[in-house]
């Protein structure tokens, strides 16, 4: 079975590409194939990292919302300011959500959960307001997201069916942008973006599809298409 990763880059970190199958960053955007067997060849570019990823949330209004339906939901906010906005909203049953909004920017968080025993944890954190956009759907599927930096970092993630799907991102600096997505089962995707202005929209679609565990430090952008 292949599985084909789409890729615009101008420089990318792949943690599951060994040193000797390392790809040169390049100014033109470039595809790249890779075999379950882990082996990876460079291929002319087929399309750039073309829709720009945008991130609206349903809910900006500051304070904090929970409204909840079914049995046994948690949901906790917690906020250090009056001029942040979080909004969690739960169906199903056993759901688990904790969002924590910390530092003075304007932050945002939109959650949406349903289906049962999904469990999300969110921390925004800085003087700029970040911004999440984050839903689950599913049973017992988890996601990690920690924003934090002097300007604002943006960031839509879903994990819409399926079960036992993980998802983790962290974003440490500035104007970075992530729009992930992942359907099927037994998923893994993290992602790490430090520094200033990295875009990254990573897709899964399957069952058991091994996190390539992406990393982008400043400057990079990353399209991402996994499946099989």
Known sequence: MMRVLSL???????????????????DTPTTITCKDSGGCTQLPASAPLA?????????TNKGAFISQIGDHQTATINQANNNQAASVTQSGSSQTAT??????GAHIADVTQSDSSNM??????????QVAVLSQAGTGNTMTIGQSGSLTNQVSASQMGGSGNTL???????????????NGSGNHMDAVQNGAGNQLAWTQTGDNLVSLQVTQNGGQAIMISQGK
């Open 8 to 26: 615009t880059a101008v420089a990318l970190a792949l943690a599951s590409v060994s040193p000797a199958q390392a790809v040169t960053p390049a």
């Open 51 to 59: 829709t720009p990823i945008a991130v609206t949330p349903v809910n």
């Open 99 to 104: 969002v924590t909004q910390s530092g003075l």
């Open 120 to 129: 999300l944890t969110l921390t925004q954190g800085g003087a700029a307001g």
């Open 168 to 182: 983790s991102l962290s974003q440490n600096g500035e104007s970075n942008l992530a729009q992930l997505a992942q």
